[in-house]
């Protein structure tokens, strides 16, 4: 929806823009002719972690990565350390771990 005007705009859900965004957030769309080209998604997002396996003790000492499941369904990579039930930053165009928030 414009924020301006309040015309809604459909465009069909595309996985490389979309697994990210939560409702109301705000996205910039490229047109040409009328048609909607490109979908901007703001570059950082701070989701909740929903499903992620618990660390197990001695696997801190040469750091790494587990999968974790965001709260908007998509699957990234993120430290040992984040547990389930934290708010972490993600980087939109990476699809990266960027930081850690607090609980949620």
Known sequence: MDQESYEETRVPKDD????FLKEGAVCSLQ???????SVDPPSFV??????????VKGNTVQGGSKPATLETGA????????EEGELIKIDTRTGSYLSRGGKN
Do not use: M
Request: with cysteine; charged share 20%; net charge negative.
């Open 31 to 37: 047109f040409f002719d009328g048609k909607v080209v």
């Open 46 to 55: 701070d989701l909740a972690v929903s499903e992620c396996p618990p660390n």
């Open 16 to 19: 490389d823009w979309a697994r």
């Open 75 to 82: 699957v990234i990579s993120v430290p040992l350390f984040i």
